[in-house]
Nanobody, 124 residues
Framework: VQLQASGGGLVQAGGSLRLSCAAS????????MGWFRQAPGKEREFVAG????????YYADSVKGRFTLSRDNAKNTMYLQMNSLKPEDTAVYYC??????????????????WGQGTLVTVSS
């Protein structure tokens, strides 16, 4: 599966952005999907994950209650709605696909395919 992330940009603290991840190639619905982010000088960290059907979502504590992850398997697209953004959310955001299952799929090594990343900058 090939992934392409989009939707990043510059936003003021408290604002919102919606990231998209478009998939092509093998069947999108056969993958557990996730978003990661990487700030300058820091390791890539898990942000959110979603099951194949979209029925289950998983969030890092740092974004819980502010970010909402969804997917549209008919459109081969995943969305990350980010509200109440904070300067500490500034990072390059990556979407990724995994053959794993459940809430334990939070490590980058568990994801086999990655999008190119989209930059989110939150100003204070």
């Amino acid at each position: 599966v090939q992934l392409q992330a989009s939707g990043g940009g510059l936003v003021q603290a408290g604002g919102s952005l919606r990231l998209s991840c478009a998939a092509s190639g093998r069947t999108f619905s056969s993958y557990h999907m996730g978003w990661f982010r990487q700030a300058p000088g820091k390791e890539r960290e898990f942000v959110a994950g979603i099951s194949r059907s979209g029925a289950n979502t998983y969030y890092a504590d740092s974004v819980k209650g502010r970010f909402t992850l969804s997917r549209d398997n008919a459109k081969n697209t995943m969305y990350l709605q980010m509200n109440s953004l904070k300067p500490e959310d500034t990072a390059v955001y990556y979407c990724a696909a995994s053959t794993g299952y459940g809430s334990s799929v939070v490590r980058p090594q568990q994801y086999a395919a990655w999008g190119q990343g989209t930059l989110v900058t939150v100003s204070s």
